[in-house]
């Protein structure tokens, strides 16, 4: 799915995330939990059970999750686009959101609409 973890994308509260592919063909965001993380399993559990029951627009999906013994990830839809903080400090040289948009965007998570 990683092809051997080649390619990070950047680094999550409790891990590396890697970029993957589910069948070879859609693209994915795979976050590998620290096998050192002490309070990792804790947030990795709340992470999952959070993205199953929250769905927004400006949410990052969550496609599926990996729970094998010593073995933790959680497994995203990929964002071509780059992710909030990305758009936020325009990192990725793309315009940065204006602040109404900012605004908004953080209203609608809050409502939940």
Known sequence: MTNNFKRALGE???G???HGY?????PLAVKVLYE????????????VELLLRVHHINLVNLVGYCDERDHLALI????????????????????VLSWTTRLRIAVDAALGS
């Open 76 to 95: 995203y839809e990929y964002m071509c686009n780059g992710d909030l903080k990305d758009h936020l400090s325009g990192k990725r040289g793309g315009s």
């Open 36 to 47: 050192s993380s002490s309070q990792g399993y804790k947030h990795f559990k709340a992470e």
């Open 12 to 14: 999550g509260g409790f």
């Open 16 to 18: 590396v995330v890697y």
């Open 22 to 26: 589910l069948n070879g063909s859609q």
